[in-house]
């Protein structure tokens, strides 16, 4: 829970997080610690909060944990005598791994004549945290849970942009989500695989748990240059970016294009809290792109399994071109027998290799334990006979045999049933033909 708690460090209210069985602290923001006079969490991580807060050797009688609802605010008021100041809480409970959690956030309103307009940005906070769970809880699906999101913070924070950037493999950042205002130009083809060095002063903000505010683009025109050139071709005076983690570890940001100058802190909170929810839905997306590819996936080699043939297929436009490239890895049985299967396992695993340098760009697929098959949508027939001949290249230098059986047809009309059985009884006459030439028994 740990990386929900980092996105209510740099608040300028007071949050502090309990486990509400056993009253033991697990968190307290910056201000909060600051406030009581500790320098660190560990100082106080697993004591009591009516210990720490109220200096009491007994639970508050005051205290509501047990009217507490996930999804639910509770608001009241309260003078703490230990720190002299009236407070505005908002308490709320948070499940997570068998364990319940009380969430409190609290405004100082001591001050009588800020009291009337920070209780009014709080209760706009409370609406904004609602609406965003129950976006986060209830959307068909997690990429419309993100999009509704950004959508939803756009228009409720006075924004001309949001979205949302992912570390990808290679360290750069890509655009994965994207929301604009009427009127307003979209960036997101233009902004994937953004060099690393162009964010690199953001990402070194992050480690430190800073978000970036920026009032004036201007601002880094001298100290982040290439930023500053990236940012002005979008046309972007103003934002607010905040990290987004992952285990502790920086897995990208989110933001807003040029929201009011004058609520450019607000908007920063509201960022950070919402920033837990955006997480949990990347989360969950990457969980069911997981799924996905397991229910597609042949988990030796990962090429495609019958159910993702069968989606190729449905995909191939009538009247176009198709190739089948039908394989079978030779004396896979004889190495299972005499080697072990994870000699095997290395022998499919190199035979998939071979597929993928040819046919990358079309179907792969493993479709029995020493069959593989490449469909090939849109080819020529002389480009593929040239693919099949460097394809055999490559099972000379891999140390892999295969019979290779092949279909080509210019207008493909036919189901693929025809095809495959065609293609398949080729495959047998070359591996009939090997076994003949090199007086191997077959049946080993």
Known sequence: MEKIWKFFENLDEFVYVTDIDTYEIVYMNRKTRETYGFHSLNEIKGKKCYEVMQHSAAPCGMCNNQELVEGEFKE????????????????????????????????????????????????????????????????????????IILEYLG???????????????????????????NGVKPEKDNLQNVPAEVCENWYHNFSKSRNIIIGDLEEIRESDPLQYENLKRQNISSLVVVPLYEDQNVIG????????????????????????????????????????????????????????????????????????????????????????HQAGDQLILRASEVLREE??????????????????????????????????????QKDVVMAVGTVWQETWKLGLDILLTESESRMYQEKAAYYKNTGIDRRH
């Open 359 to 396: 046919f990358s760009d079309y179907g792969i697929f493993r479709i029995g334990g020493d069959e593989l098959l490449a469909l090939c949508a849109d080819i020529g027939e002389d480009e593929l006979k040239q693919k099949v001949e460097h394809m055999k290249t490559g099972m000379k």
């Open 76 to 147: 009241w008021k309260y003078y703490n005598p230990i720190l002299d100041k009236h407070l505005m809480l908002k308490d709320t409970m948070l499940e997570q791994d068998g364990r319940r959690y009380r969430v409190e956030l609290a405004l100082d309103v001591s001050n009588e004549e800020q009291q009337g307009s920070l209780i009014q940005n709080y209760e706009n906070m409370e609406a904004f945290i609602n609406e965003g769970l129950r976006i986060a809880l209830y959307a068909p699906t997690p990429d419309q849970s993100l999009e």
């Open 155 to 181: 228009k409720a924070l006075n924004g001309e942009r949001t979205y949302i950037f992912e570390r990808n493999s290679q360290g750069n950042d890509d655009n994965t989500y994207e929301w604009v205002a």
């Open 253 to 340: 940001f989110y933001g807003v294009d040029n929201p009011p100058v004058k609520s450019l802190d607000y908007t920063s909170n509201m960022l950070q809290i919402m920033g837990y929810f955006i997480v949990s839905s990347i989360r969950r997306r990457n969980l069911v792109r997981e799924l996905e590819q397991m229910s597609y996936s042949d988990q030796l080699t990962k090429l495609g399994n019958r159910f993702a043939m069968e989606r190729y297929v449905a995909d191939i436009p009538r009247g176009a071109s198709l190739g089948v490239v039908y394989c079978d890895i030779t004396g896979l049985k004889k190495v299972n027998d005499t080697l072990g």
